[in-house]
């Protein structure tokens, strides 16, 4: 069993930074993709950016160039960076992994195992 506890979240202005992070337990972290999603008031959750265990990385078109995902395996710790931000990138930010183990990833979120708590992210315009 995978447990993973988002951390970061917050209030900020349009334009500005955040740095979200996803804790895992488990010892098999860095054999698995981790990925961030998100979920606004009245929508469905959606891509945002996945990361596998042979590093190769995937964004959402809308966070393209803005938001770069890593890891730190040592740490058992996903990061995503988020950069100029807009009122648009409201939501609730989750992070996923998978009982996978391999150097692959989805954009959808069935594909996901383990889903942390969420954290909340507002931007203000």
């Known amino acids: 069993q995978v447990q993973l506890v988002e951390s970061g979240g917050g209030l900020v202005q349009a334009g500005g930074s955040l740095r979200l992070s996803c804790a895992a337990s488990?010892?098999?972290?860095?054999?698995?993709?981790m990925g961030w999603f998100r979920q606004a008031p009245g929508k469905e959750r959606e891509f945002v950016a996945a990361?596998?265990?042979?590093?190769?990385?995937k964004y959402a078109d809308s966070v393209k160039g803005r938001f770069t995902i890593s890891r730190d395996n040592a740490k058992n710790t996903a990061y995503l960076q988020m950069n100029s931000l807009k009122p648009e990138d409201t939501a609730v930010y989750y992070c996923?992994?998978?009982?996978?183990?391999?150097?692959?990833?989805?954009?959808?979120?069935?594909?996901?195992?383990?889903w942390g708590q969420g954290t909340q992210v507002t931007v203000s315009s």
């Open positions: 996923s992994s998978t009982s996978q183990i391999g150097d692959s990833y989805s954009t959808h979120p069935f594909w996901y195992d383990y």
């Open positions: 990361i596998t265990s042979g590093l190769r990385t």
């Open positions: 488990g010892r098999t972290f860095s054999s698995r993709a």
